[in-house]
């Protein structure tokens, strides 16, 4: 069966610690989850199997992107089948340890980037924290733990608008090409004028602006 997925550039190292399908639910969120080390995508892969977990992507401190489970199936990230059969989920590597837990830019970026590019795929119009019931989530609301650790938790305002911002430029209608030209729609010409004026009453009374034009040939 094909992987399901994002289309930014990204590695792909599919483990098999996962559950196939998402018992019919629809992905509806995201959780960023933090790795509490740095590593790549495929050093992560063998935590996953050694620990019988997985997430659906990581994210290195280089900022490349690692697929590790389709996103039609249901990685073992967040502590339960609730949230992530609804939840597309992503380890993020950390570029310094306890206590603050920092991600590095390039990371950050990659961050942002997958969750808009998951956003618009799934028509989650808007990205926003508010415990279980926002679309995106964290680990420390569903289990005893700090993950996703204290700077993603401060950085959460932070990435949220971020990803709305690319969401909205991309549903803006681009307004700036305007080239002062108007494009007309004929619908008719007639060589009888009380045909052209009879097509007229008729596009009038069905609600479209006209006019009965004369031009010489």
């Not at 920092?102 to 950050?108: E, L, V």
């Not at 007639?190 to 479209?208: I, Q, V």
Request: charged share 20%; net charge positive; proline share 3%.
């Amino acid at each position: 069966m094909a992987i399901i997925g994002t289309k930014l550039p990204h590695n792909t190292v599919i483990v098999p610690t996962h559950s196939t399908g998402r018992a019919g639910q629809k992905v509806r969120a995201i959780v960023i989850h933090h790795q509490a080390s740095n590593l790549t995508g495929t050093q992560i892969a063998r935590v996953f199997a050694s620990r019988h977990s997985s997430a659906t992507y990581s994210i290195a401190s280089d900022g490349t992107i690692t697929q590790h489970v389709s996103e039609a199936d249901r990685p073992w990230t967040t502590s339960g089948s609730d949230p992530d059969n609804r939840s597309i989920t992503i380890e993020v590597a950390n570029d310094s340890f306890s206590p603050s837990w920092t991600i590095s830019t390039a990371a950050m970026n990659a961050t942002i980037a997958l969750c808009a590019d998951i956003c618009k795929r799934y028509g989650i119009t808007k990205l926003y924290y508010d415990g279980r019931r926002g679309t995106l989530l964290r680990h420390c609301d569903y289990s005893a733990t700090a993950c996703p650790g204290p700077y993603i938790k401060a950085k959460t305002g932070y990435i949220c608008g971020a990803v709305n911002a690319k969401l909205a430029e991309a549903n803006k209608t681009d307004t700036t090409t305007d080239t002062g030209t108007l494009y007309r729609v004929q619908c008719g010409a007639f060589r009888s004028k009380d045909s052209a004026e009879t097509l007229s009453k008729k596009l009038t009374a069905a609600g479209f602006t006209n006019a009965v034009v004369a031009v010489k040939q």
